[in-house]
């Protein structure tokens, strides 16, 4: 798997890196550089900001929740995650 993190969700980047993920961070950058990249590396994008619009060209995955064991739930019930 391999993610970009928006911005706001910077704890939940850490921890997918603890777990081995190839997790990239969307620094502030206008929604169409943040499309491009994720595009270009193939990845999915992670973020709670509802102005991330979905694609046929890449997955996003709108999290619900601010907290980070919901949000680590939410993306092991989307995206085939292995968590001890």
Not at 44 to 61: D, E, M, Q, Y
Request: proline residues 2%; charged residues 25%; glycine residues 4%.
């Amino acid at each position: 798997m391999r993610f970009l993190v928006t911005d706001e969700c910077q704890r939940l980047t850490r921890w997918l890196r603890l777990m081995g993920c190839d997790t990239a961070t969307a620094a502030t950058q206008p929604l169409s550089e943040l499309y491009q990249r994720a595009y270009r590396e193939s990845r999915i994008v992670v973020t709670r900001n509802r102005r991330v619009g979905a694609s046929c060209l890449f997955r996003v995955i709108h999290l619900a929740s601010t907290g980070l064991k919901e949000q680590l739930r939410q993306l092991v019930r989307e995206v085939p995650l292995a968590v001890d």
